[in-house]
């Protein structure tokens, strides 16, 4: 599509003053000023415009990965020419084929402009190996990366069950394959299968495969859907690119990770994907895998049969083994007499020694019992007793005595440690004269300063306790305090040691005071 200049006045040749410039130069002074922006932009719709979506093959070159916002830049070069490319974040996903470095490809998308460097690109929308060569050097380093991780090792892989329960199938509802496997299943032993319908070539084949056999593995074993036994991932005959999606990463991560023994059954005989490699076998056909999956069962029957006769044939040949054995075991076992006359000489000679033996033991036994009486009679019980009572006799008063006088000894002792008691008391001291002062709270008043600080006075004697009041002590705070007895009058002390003190006087108004506390002088 040709650019579009935006629209300029007109001008005429015969408008032109004398002495003006010429008419071109006026058109050349009057041209039109673009902006960059409408440049670039009248550019791209004109390139878009005029090609719009094409299939481009070249050589991946420049290729460092994604980008940090997750898109893909690289360039696409022939053996002449160069052009940028450009892989959107959410198209990058979804490649069947990624972006790798030297990788001839086959790239679909649409050309367009970056006004950013005045540069034209191509935005791809899809990608896929150019040529067979190109295919199968993908597909030999994908194979040699997964090697390398231990996908296809031979120790991973599982035998397959010999008569499952339950199969799951994993290929198109539609093709010939899944009907292929049902009929070859019921021609050798009918089972019971679950299809897990998936498109087995094209876009998203790959992500609906891996997700097939990761959903059979899903399944509870104890669930409303029974858990398959034994998986077949099965595909007819195609070219390289129509069995891609069993090359893919993803299909090969989930075979080897599937919990479930796994048949590959891709393409015919001669086909080999990568899912062969990490499956636990391999069947030429789909019809092959299904004679894997089963066994014949009339072989079964054939052979249960086989069995059982082989078996009733033992039991035969055995049983009449052990009849013609018990046959010469009889023959060969004495008579009745030939059996017992051993038994009955050996107890004809035990008789014999039995006799003097009797006779022997009861000879024996006279003649200790004749010496046990003969040492009766020497050493008689009542001899033995009257001894044992006549020491008894002699030793009668000796415990006797020596009680009395262990009794003795600690009533002396007991009596002079109450004796020590008395002396010690301090109320062998109040009964010489003296008297104990206590304070209001019955502790000991020591000093004449503690007793002159005391609110009242408590005088213990020997018979009895008194309570004074210092005269110089402060008034008691309540008023129902009882009232104190007066004081008594001062006497001597050597009257004081012989006459007993003077009770307190008793009056209506005064309450007999409790017994004082015991205290210390000390």
């Known amino acids: 599509m040709p650019l579009v200049p935006p629209p300029r006045p007109a001008t005429s040749a015969a408008a032109v003053p004398p002495g003006e410039p010429a008419p071109s130069a006026l058109l050349q002074a009057n041209t039109p000023e673009w902006s960059v922006g409408d440049l670039a932009a009248a550019l791209k719709r004109t390139l878009e415009d005029a090609f719009g979506h094409v299939r481009l093959r070249g050589e991946i070159s420049g290729y460092r990965g994604p980008h940090g916002s997750g898109h893909a830049y690289f360039s696409l070069k022939d053996g002449s020419a160069k052009i940028d490319a450009v892989v959107w974040k959410g198209v990058l996903g979804r490649l069947r ?182 499956s636990d076998r391999r069947a030429p056909t789909p019809t092959g895998a299904a004679e894997m999956a089963v066994p014949v069962r009339a072989e079964l029957l054939a052979q249960i049969h086989d069995l059982g006769a082989r078996q009733a044939g033992t039991m035969l040949r055995r049983v009449e083994r052990e009849r013609a054995d018990f046959r010469a075991l009889v023959r060969a076992i004495p008579g009745a007499d030939a059996f017992l006359a051993a038994k009955r000489q050996r107890l004809d000679l035990a008789d014999a020694r039995l006799r003097p033996a009797l006779a022997a033991n009861a000879r024996d036994s006279r003649e200790r019992l004749n010496r046990l009486a003969d040492r009766l009679t020497r050493r008689s019980p009542a001899i033995a007793l009257a001894e044992a009572r006549a020491r008894l006799a002699g030793i009668d008063h000796r415990p006797r005595t ?61 018979d009895g306790a008194v309570f004074a009041r210092p005269e110089d002590a402060p008034t008691e705070p309540s008023a129902a305090s009882p009232v104190e007895a007066p004081p008594a009058p001062p006497r001597p002390k050597r009257a004081r040691r012989r006459a007993a003190p003077d009770p307190a006087p008793k009056s209506k108004e005064t309450a007999p005071e409790p017994a004082a506390r015991q205290g210390s002088l000390f």
């Open 402 to 462: 020596a009680i009395s006088r262990i009794i003795e000894r600690r009533r002396d002792r007991l009596g002079a440690q109450a004796g020590l008691l008395g002396a010690l008391s301090y109320k062998a001291v109040l009964a010489r004269g003296y008297a104990l002062v206590r304070d209001a709270d019955g502790l000991p008043v020591r000093s004449r300063e503690a007793a002159a600080t005391a609110v009242r006075l408590q005088l213990q004697f020997a």
């Open 97 to 278: 084929q990624k972006p790798k470095e030297g990788l001839e490809v086959v790239a679909t998308g649409k050309i367009t402009t970056f006004a950013g460097k005045s540069s034209y690109q191509i935005v791809i929308d899809s990608m896929e190996p150019a040529g067979i060569g190109a295919w199968m050097a993908l597909l030999e380093e994908r194979k040699r990366q997964l090697a390398a991780e231990g996908l296809f090792e031979a120790d991973r892989k599982r035998p397959i069950p010999f008569l499952p329960r339950v199969i799951g199938v994993v290929t198109s509802p539609t093709g010939a394959v899944i009907r292929d496997i049902l009929h070859r299943l019921e021609d050798r032993f009918p089972r019971p299968v679950l299809v897990w319908p998936v498109r087995v070539q094209g876009e998203g084949a790959a992500e609906e495969i891996a997700a097939a056999i990761r959903g059979f593995n899903a399944l509870a074993p104890d669930g409303p859907i029974p858990r398959p036994d034994v998986l077949i991932v099965a595909r007819g005959g195609g070219s390289i690119e129509d069995l891609w999606a069993f090359n893919e990463e993803a299909v090969v991560r989930a075979a080897a990770e599937s919990g479930i023994p796994l048949i590959s059954a891709v393409g015919h005989e001669t086909d080999t994907t990568l899912i062969d490699f990490a």
